[in-house]
């Protein structure tokens, strides 16, 4: 019965509302795109599309007035009589006239800075109106691809079939169309909720839009605006120091307020600074419009070129607030040639400011996205979209939701998977992969393309097989993997397996079971590189890389036990015997030796670091985020990391059950990690690590504690928070007790952007501290500075410190090259 109704209550909740759409032009007949509607003195309203067209639904009242407005427009009012829906009303805007008082023209007195320095001063009142409130959101973005060459420095270009679809010949076209419904909940200063309604992806019926509110929330009465880096609102408390401003004019609104537009000037290129507009109300000194671009090195990202802002407010007054109503966000990007366009726009509606939430209002879920979100119809969006879409956009949903439901079809995926599985004899190197994307599988075969030295192997190649199926849906992953690495110099091959099951997206439970012989380095965290280590080795014959043969048998579990609260386990049976150098082969200093594989003596040549031995090791650890928010989809549940808070590590070890009782030994092991962001000053981030050992006078040098230290000069951490920079590998191992400290600041220009002449580098100042204490060894410590954010054009991957350490006095230096691209 119910299901009967529903048409019917639909219709008749329609009839509640009346319809008004037309265009918005200027008085040549040009379209003004962005113009902004609303209802006077309610919170109902919307937006122009780039095509000046707009679509308004009202609640019937009698004699409604609209207000059309843009930035450089006179402000239009329009009472209506509507007798019909939808009622057609195309408004044609008039160019504002600015006027300066002849008093201000003749002043001496830059008055644009009293106009500032009132909003400044008015910030707190301004705000704390507006502190509480639920509101209406919606989201349009969109990505367009412009000239996407066929080879960029001789490599093809190969975006997959799907995306390949959407670009003509010159390719370009539009890769991202979607929207967003949702309602928010706020309560300054951080308090926040969205209930995601609606979530349309043009081409993926099954996706969500990443369009939130959450991530939308730029507020120029804060101090600093987050967009990528933190860039200096035109109000801030320090605003002078970073700008300059004229008054350009004034005019008066449909409420017959003074509105002042000033101009933004920004004192030095390289700052994280805003340049434009910014429009200040007479005698409130509330925020009126924003008008604001930002160049992309300001906001520290080479590929965007600029990015422009715009807000704009509506005043109530029947309950005299200012509201933004609407934003709008349009950057243009690109490398090589290729351009990348984008614009969002939000509408805020239906303001409800109250007076106090329930308690329950506010949890860890800061978003949820309903379960039907992406199942609504045309009908609905028609319906609900505040900003009409242009011919474009309503080709592009038509032809992706159409090559969606080809895409989707067996034959389809077959044909395409049969064209991406043709194996060619190139494949034998490279890789091959066959996929049945229909049935969720994939076979790959990983080439022969891993070869690299050490001396204990001399060249080692590496290659593998697995296989994997997937469920999108429940989030389910299962992989089976092995793995073969040969030596040449010491002619032996080693085999590993390993099995890894997902059991869901909602707490991630993972098993992994794996097993078989590899080479281990002494220190499990592989402070050195295989390409690192490779390069040291044949061009400076510094063999740093240690080595141990390991037979072993691991299983692992980990899962999400609670909000921001993850807990692992692990079960290993390990043999472990020593290896010796096989290989003296360097191009360069052959008259030289390398060192030996013993860590523990480095020119012992005849005796290895430990004795063959077996071991059982159990691990219990957890890793806590405190203050995690959540996002909650159909698809499962997202953690995200709430910045205020540090990271806990915790875990326990126990080695039994080995071949000799020496060998065991307890182990507990702590660390926090966190940084913290000083507004426009950078950011300070420090690592810090403690543990002891029990029982442990005789164990195996291999399960002592290792620190990452670095004798190549190579840096490959976007950060140096887990390693120190000139340590001797194996020198501090320990097997009692341990502290380390890591820490590091990084400027993001607010000092770089300062300094004459260096500042055209567009670098960040980094220093650092590091510190080491263990019972048997002298306190090491470690000072470093240097430029971070340096390369060629867009490409900032370099980094360079100098470094001075201290060793119960000994003093050593050295420099550090960072290349963060070679990461692995």
């Not at 890789?431 to 229909?438: I, L």
């Amino acid at each position: 019965m119910i299901k009967c109704f529903a048409p019917l209550l639909f219709f008749i909740s329609f009839l509640n509302f009346s319809q008004v759409k037309g265009t918005i032009t200027d008085e040549k007949g040009n379209p003004i795109p962005f113009a902004i509607v609303f209802e006077e003195n309610t919170y109902n309203s919307t937006t122009a599309n780039e095509k000046g067209e707009y679509e308004l639904q009202l609640k019937k009242s009698q004699n409604p007035t609209l207000v059309f407005k843009y930035l450089g427009f006179k402000t239009k009012r329009e009472t209506l009589t509507i007798k019909e829906t939808p009622f057609i009303l195309n408004i044609v805007l008039v160019e504002e006239n600015y006027t300066l008082n002849e008093v201000i023209i003749n002043t001496k007195v830059n008055p644009a800075i009293a106009i500032i320095k009132k909003a400044i001063a008015s910030r707190k009142e301004n705000t704390e109106k507006v502190n509480r409130y639920t509101a209406d959101f919606y989201s349009r973005g969109i990505f367009k691809l412009k000239n996407l060459p066929k080879k960029i420095m001789g490599m093809k270009v190969d975006l997959g079939d799907k995306m390949s679809s959407y670009l003509d010949s010159t390719g370009s076209g539009i890769i991202y169309l979607s929207e967003t419904v949702s309602k928010i909940s706020f309560e300054k200063p951080k308090q926040f909720k969205e209930k995601i309604i609606a979530s349309k992806i043009a081409g993926d019926n099954k996706g969500y839009s990443y369009n939130t509110a959450l991530s939308t929330d730029y507020n120029f009465y804060e101090n600093t605006v987050n967009i990528q880096t933190n860039l200096i609102s035109p109000i801030a408390n320090n605003a002078f120091n970073y700008y300059k401003y004229k008054l350009e004019g004034t005019f008066f609104d449909q409420n017959n307020q003074q509105i002042n537009k000033i101009k933004v000037i920004p004192k030095r290129d390289k700052e994280p600074v805003f340049e434009g507009y910014i429009y200040i109300v007479e005698d409130s000194w509330a925020i009126y419009a924003i008008d604001l671009t930002v160049k992309g090195y300001r906001m520290n990202d080479e590929f965007t070129e600029s990015l422009q802002l715009k807000q704009n407010f509506d005043y109530n007054a029947t309950n005299k607030l200012w509201a933004k109503s609407n934003q709008s966000i349009a950057f243009v990007a690109g490398a090589f040639g290729i351009q990348f366009f984008g614009n969002f726009n939000h509408v805020f509606s239906n303001y409800n400011f109250v007076e106090s939430f329930d308690k329950k209002t506010f949890t860890k879920e800061i978003i949820k996205i309903e379960n039907d979100a992406n199942k609504k119809d045309d009908l609905y969006w028609n319906t609900v979209r505040p900003i009409p879409l242009t011919q474009e956009e309503v080709q592009d949903y038509s032809k992706k939701d159409s090559i969606e439901t080809v895409r989707e079809s067996k034959k389809y995926l077959d044909s395409i998977d049969a064209k991406n599985n043709k194996f060619k004899i190139v494949d034998l190197l490279s890789g091959y992969s066959f996929k049945n994307t229909f049935k969720k599988y994939l076979l790959q075969y990983y080439g022969l393309n891993s070869l690299t030295f050490n001396t204990v192997q001399g060249y080692s190649l590496s290659t593998g097989i697995s296989y994997s199926k997937w469920n999108d849906e429940t989030g389910k992953r299962t992989k089976f993997k092995t793995t073969f690495n040969y030596g040449f110099a010491e002619d032996r091959l080693r085999v590993s397996g390993e099995y890894s099951h997902r059991f869901n997206n909602i707490n991630y439970a993972n098993i992994i079971i794996s097993g078989g012989t590899k080479v281990n380095q002494f220190n499990d965290n592989e402070p050195i590189s295989n390409f690192i280590n490779s390069i040291s080795s044949i061009f400076f014959k510094n063999n740093f890389m240690k080595l141990y043969n390991k037979e072993f048998l691991r299983v692992q579990y980990n899962q999400d036990i609670a909000n921001g609260v993850n807990l692992r386990g692990k079960l290993e049976f390990s043999q472990r015997k020593p290896l010796f150098n096989n290989s003296d082969y360097s191009l360069f200093n052959k008259d030289q030796l390398y060192t030996s594989n013993n860590p523990i003596a480095p020119n012992d040549f005849i005796n290895p670091g430990f004795e063959t031995h077996r071991l059982t090791s159990f691990n219990l650890g957890a890793k806590i985020n405190f203050g995690n928010k959540i996002i909650s989809r159909p698809d499962g549940k997202y953690n995200i990391k709430n910045d205020r808070y540090p990271t806990l590590f915790l875990n326990y070890e126990k080695a039994f059950a080995a071949s000799d009782k020496k060998y065991e030994f307890s182990k507990i092991d702590a660390k926090i990690s966190h940084s913290i962001t000083l507004g426009n000053k950078g950011e300070l981030a420090a690592t810090i690590n403690a543990g002891q050992f029990f029982n442990a006078e005789n164990i195996s040098f291999i399960d002592f504690k290792h620190f990452n230290g670095n004798q190549t000069h190579i840096g490959l951490e976007a950060k140096y928070l887990n390693n120190f920079l000139l340590l001797p590998y194996y020198s501090n191992s320990t097997n009692k007790s341990y502290f380390q400290l890591h820490s590091e600041y990084n400027d993001n220009g607010f000092i770089m952007n300062k300094m004459p002449l260096i500042r055209a580098l567009k670098s960040k100042l980094v220093m650092g501290y590091h510190a080491l204490r263990t019972t048997n060894a002298k306190p090491y410590n470690e000072f470093n500075i240097g430029l971070d954010n340096l390369g060629f054009g867009k490409f900032k991957m370099f980094r360079i410190d100098y470094v001075q350490s201290y060793n119960g006095g000994i003093r050593n230096d050295g420099i550090l090259f960072g290349l963060k691209f070679l990461n692995d």
